[in-house]
């Protein structure tokens, strides 16, 4: 039965279910495991979670398209070099965000040569590299006393700034070496949240990267 030439039901709503139900599964492992843990930023959450499943339905939906090749590596491109005006993003939040859209392209694209064992096995890989990442590179590092620290769950905190001179890009390092002599804290990030020019100050976002030591290495 259709309707303006649009079939009303197609048995692939069935497909589109089981594989949305399967990337969902392992994007909210890739979420509550590797990104959680270490990024503490709900709202990054939401914005790589919105992203996979947007990514998912379009490719899924462009999967029934005749593409050449040119095209589908044109929306790839797009794909990759996705990012936001507002605010730059570190390397690694660019990373994650690659992980989610490739993680919805394999599921939503992969056709019948792929069985469920081959996405599964390429899913949990890539899960596991990403735990594994935050586990032994971001969570151990060397100190300059020979000892191995472990790095807590970064702190964010809102501060006032009044040095408007320093916000420039060139003056990044300026800016965290004023904030550091200030308060004390060891600064990991720093992001700007809103300028007020008729109070000439700024609200800042800064993130403690507080590490203790472990063990020794020698």
């Known amino acids: ?6 079939p009303l039901f197609d048995d692939d709503v069935y497909k589109m279910l089981i594989r949305f139900v399967f990337n969902l599964f392992f994007l909210g492992l890739i979420v509550r495991f590797a990104i959680l ?18 990514v998912f339905f379009i490719c899924f939906a462009l999967k029934k398209l005749e593409l050449e090749l040119g095209m589908a590596l044109g929306l790839f491109a797009i794909f990759g070099v996705l990012r936001y005006r507002t605010n730059a993003l570190p390397i690694k939040e660019m990373t994650y965000l690659f992980v989610v859209i490739g993680i919805a392209v394999i599921n939503s694209l992969s056709n019948k040569k792929t069985s469920y064992i081959e996405l599964l096995a390429v899913n949990s890989l890539i899960l596991t590299a990403a735990m594994l990442k935050e586990r032994f590179v971001a969570n151990g590092k ?9 790095s807590k769950k970064p702190r964010k905190h809102v501060v006032e700034y ?3 001179d ?28 809103s300028i007020d020019l008729k109070k000439d ?15 020794d290495v020698s």
């Open 1 to 6: 039965m259709e309707f303006m030439e649009i």
């Open 37 to 54: 843990p270490t990024q503490q930023d709900r709202e990054f959450a939401f914005t790589v979670s919105m992203l996979n499943i947007t």
């Open 142 to 150: 060397l100190g300059t006393n020979g000892k191995v620290t472990r």
């Open 162 to 164: 009044d040095r408007l």
């Open 166 to 193: 320093l916000l420039a890009p060139e003056k990044a390092n300026e800016l965290q070496a004023d904030i550091v002599q200030r308060t004390g804290m060891p600064i990991a990030r720093i992001q700007v949240q």
């Open 201 to 215: 100050s700024a609200t800042l976002n800064i993130w403690c990267d507080e590490t203790t030591p472990t063990e």
